[in-house]
């Protein structure tokens, strides 16, 4: 006898990616599996749901229709199975995260690292990296990413609004000056992202860009940092990173009077039809983890 739920779910991927193939690897079935499991759904509801090309896959008029009750079904189900795990205190199996390089292995490495101390059964892999675009390809349960507005494809929910300040070490300063308008920081070395070449700044109201480079580029900001500290250059920093530092006076925070970087940390993910239990649960956590947004800290002056 078909499983109903299985198959609905397949179902459901397929329509809202649009393609056998994406739904089969989100699903982590065969592309020949996800196409039964269609089938099986449209022989239930005696209906063609969908229209299938060789390059497109679309909903028929009866598709949208079954799959408004699907996704409640689905939805409904997986809310059971939350609050039967979350009672229990029985979460298990594994979640992949997608995260940016400094971020993973700082604020989300504690928050990962407390998870999994209070569900011993979860397994998380932390995929460290600027660039994943494919949560498909990469099986990617959750892609924490920084950005004013998350693509319109993807679920998303706000976790965080965070600032970053640029800074600079006492002993540059010392050396070669303190920079006290944007406009002159072409006479510094700025550390910078691999793929930057240029930091924004507001004056008067008005946004400006302003050309930086120096002798060291990474894709990796702790990099960065640490050749700020040593006194080599000027960095771009987020305060989570840098306020303790700041704290310490081992950075100083310059230029504050210009800058405006003010981003918000998103959990995107990709199926519309429902969540996991350990998926939703972890998403859950996060909000409560980083419920406290993260600005500048006050300068004594």
Known sequence: MMDRFIAMKSFVEVASQQS??????????????????????????????????????SLTPAG????????RILSEVCALEFNAQAQSEQLSGCIRIAAP????????????????????????????????????????DIALRFTEQPDESLIARKLINLESVLCVAPSYIEQHGLPLHPDQLSNHNCFVHINQSEWSFVENEQTFAVNVAGNIKANALNILIKAALNGRGIVRAPCDLANPLIQSEQLLPILTDYTRWRYSLWAVYLSRSYQSPKVRAFIDFLVEEFKQDIYLIPQEH
Do not use: G, P
């Not at 690897?25 to 969908?50: F, G, I, P, T, Y």
């Open 101 to 140: 390089i400094s971020f993973a292995s700082t604020m989300l490495f504690d928050a990962v690292e407390k998870f999994t101390l209070l569900h011993t059964n979860i397994n998380i892999d932390i995929i460290a990296s600027d660039n994943i675009e494919a949560l498909v390809e990469e099986r990617i």
């Open 20 to 57: 056998f193939t994406k739904a089969a690897a989100q699903l982590q079935l065969s592309r020949l599996q996800v196409s039964r499991h269609v089938q099986d759904v449209e022989a239930w509801l005696q209906q063609r749901l969908l229209h299938r090309t060789t390059r497109q896959v």
């Open 64 to 71: 949208q229709e079954a799959l408004d009750y699907c996704q």
